[in-house]
């Protein structure tokens, strides 16, 4: 079984396109994540939710938007898709914060705006 | 803030030649550490971690020792395979509400050529 799952693994869409990708974690953790990755593997912490509560929100356009409608998931809706949007995008769970709690990560969604 | 530093890549190895990554961390107090390894087309699995100064992580013959003195966390192994290449990222945690934020380094990719 899959511990984080996400989907889909890759969407290709046009620019000003509004998409979602999917994230479930069967792990019981209580704190879900979502992570940008760009093309020279910099990978950057965009959201965390903990317990469905919004914990961390870097600085990232507010045409991303997460949702967390229980513990076990956490989508990523994003409106208005730009080139710059282009990247693989990583949702990962921890128990209790990533203190000594490593992350579990998804296999990523390959995203691409032409 | 808080930042991860780890030695730019790509690095080329032969089989059975001895690996270092060097790593250091800015964090205040005593972060957490950790080595991540990624994959072609896969999410992050954690490598290893320590979470208190001079500890040793350590998994699949590779080991990494957390010194506060220095501030680092260099990745080990004395004999790499073609099947380690990958990227690898070195990650801290925060404190406080940055618990739940995993900071990355920029990743550094290892090829193993036969």
């Known amino acids: 079984d899959t511990a984080v799952s996400q989907t889909p693994k890759y969407l290709v869409t046009q620019m000003g396109n509004d998409k979602s990708i999917k994230c479930e974690q069967n792990?019981?953790?209580?704190?879900m994540y979502w992570y940008k990755q760009d093309s020279k593997k910099f990978l950057k912490i965009m959201f965390s939710y903990n317990n469905k509560e919004l914990i961390i929100n870097e600085t990232v356009p507010n045409r991303f938007s997460p949702k967390s409608p229980d513990k076990a998931h956490l989508n990523l809706h994003i409106n208005s898709l730009e080139l710059g949007d282009s990247a693989v995008y990583f949702c990962?769970?921890?128990?209790?914060?990533?203190?000594?709690?490593?992350?579990?990560f998804g296999n990523g969604t390959r995203l691409t705006v032409t | 803030g808080d930042s991860v530093t780890q030695m730019e890549g790509p690095v080329t190895l032969s089989e059975e030649a001895f690996l270092t990554i060097n790593c250091t961390y800015t964090a205040t107090g005593y972060p957490s550490l950790f080595w991540y390894v990624q994959y072609p087309g896969e999410g992050l699995q954690l490598l290893l971690k320590a979470t208190k100064a001079d500890d040793k992580g350590s998994n699949k013959g590779f080991e990494a020792t957390y010194r506060k003195e220095t501030t680092s966390f260099h990745l080990e192994k004395g004999s790499v395979q073609v099947s380690d290449s990958a990227v690898y990222f070195c990650a801290q945690t925060g404190s406080g509400a940055g618990s739940y934020q995993l900071t990355f380094g920029k990743g550094t990719k290892l090829s193993v050529i036969p």
């Open positions: 792990l019981g953790h209580d704190t």
């Open positions: 990962a769970s921890s128990q209790g914060g990533s203190r000594g709690s490593p992350l579990h």
